[in-house]
């Protein structure tokens, strides 16, 4: 196994950030615990500079603000693979934002590189086969155990070395700099706390309830989450989704037509069951003019034309994608499509001006989409 220094008092860690702040560039992995508990929470940090590598127990130290100025300082050039999840994690846990980022897997996403995952790129470049059972571990249970430690170290322990291997095939390519466009979009990423807005809203299929069962649905989703608090478990382990869905659509009335749903199971009916039906009653209870509304974006009116102008603009994408070796949702997404077939931009000023596009599309793709919107007007 690599070798590793595991920091849990707050001393350690303050020696330690002493010492990064003269590093150049530093790689980084956070562990977390959603799969196991309600409350997600950051349960260790990994993080490796060209000589070692180290772990933090965030669970163990009083105080991570020494991290803060090390994350922050522009100078310091930190290595993640695929930040996003990290960065809103370490926004939310600790208040600490990243500056300075390289992102091995936007790297990947502009060097064609389909099999992109950690994984497989330890796996290619190092030979290195990395157990994925430790994917579900709750990382929250300590001691951790040698193998846990090992899959953690060896998460970082490459990046670094990863990264100068795609940047150097960015260089190569001419797209560094469309990729650290990218990057620091991604820094830019903040944790989203919607506590106060209904539950329903983050519920996947809700949009195409009636209101009635978004009254059932919501109670429903208000009783699970009771109960998850309660036994501090994640969501899907106390009700799946599809249970739920299930019994606001057939919103079953009594505890016998709650069973003959069979959308419980038998220890979830001991447990929930009576207050799932009370939750449905209240639901079916609630006056039609209480009823929640789901919220639609207001589309506003568009030209005849422009169905055919997105249908153009994909097939641009497909040709551009065969050309640059870019995915097709990665060079230009459906949304950006379609503010561009609204604009309908006529040169390149005025495709600058369409919200969401970036530098480095304009530069690989101004001319194909100005030449596509042409043929269609």
């Avoid at 690599?2 to 010492?19: F, K």
């Avoid at 500079?49 to 994350?71: C, G, R, W």
């Avoid at 290619?124 to 059972?133: M, Q």
Wanted: proline share 4%; net charge neutral.
């Amino acid at each position: 196994m690599i070798e590793y220094t595991l920091i849990s008092d707050d001393a350690d860690l303050n020696t330690r950030c002493n010492l990064l702040k003269t590093e150049k560039e530093l790689a980084f992995d956070l562990e977390a615990d959603s799969m196991h508990h309600f409350k997600e929470k950051v349960c260790l940090i990994q993080v490796a500079d060209p000589k070692d590598s180290f772990l933090v127990d965030p669970l163990a130290i009083n105080d991570l603000s020494a991290l803060k100025p090390v994350f922050e300082d522009p100078a310091i050039t930190k290595v993640f693979h695929g930040a996003d999840f990290d960065i809103r994690s370490l926004d939310r846990d600790f208040d600490i934002h990243v500056n300075n980022l390289f992102d091995t897997e936007i790297a990947c996403r502009f060097l064609g590189i389909q099999k992109r995952s950690l994984a497989a790129l330890l796996e290619k470049h190092f030979d290195l086969h990395v157990d994925k059972r430790f994917q579900k571990t709750d990382w929250s249970i300590r001691p951790l155990s040698k193998e846990m430690i090992s899959y953690s170290v060896n998460d970082v322990a490459y990046l670094l070395e990863l990264k100068e291997i795609l940047k150097k095939r960015l260089i190569d390519m001419g797209r560094l700099a469309w990729a650290e466009e990218e990057f620091e979009i991604q820094t830019q990423v903040r944790y989203e706390n919607n506590g106060n807005d209904p539950l329903y809203l983050k519920f996947k299929g809700a949009g195409k309830m009636g209101r009635r069962s978004l009254a059932v649905l919501e109670n429903l989703l208000q009783v699970r989450k009771q109960f998850a608090n309660e036994k501090d478990r994640p969501l899907f382990k106390v009700i799946s989704a599809e249970s739920i869905t299930q019994m606001a659509t057939n919103k079953p009335e009594s505890l016998n037509q709650l069973k003959q749903t069979r959308s419980l199971s038998s220890r979830q009916l001991d447990m929930y069951g009576i207050l799932c039906v009370k939750a449905i009653a209240q639901g079916l209870a609630l006056a039609e003019s209480e009823l929640p509304v789901y919220p639609r974006k207001r589309t506003p009116g568009v030209a005849m034309e422009v169905p055919e102008r997105i249908r153009s603009l994909k097939e641009m994408r497909i040709s551009a994608s065969n050309r640059t070796g870019i995915e097709p949702g990665v060079l230009i997404n459906n949304t950006l499509i379609t503010a561009i077939a609204v604009a309908a931009p006529k040169n390149n000023e005025e495709l600058k001006q369409v919200n969401g596009i970036r530098n480095w599309q304009m530069e690989a793709l101004n001319d194909d989409i100005l030449r596509t919107l042409r043929i269609c007007a």
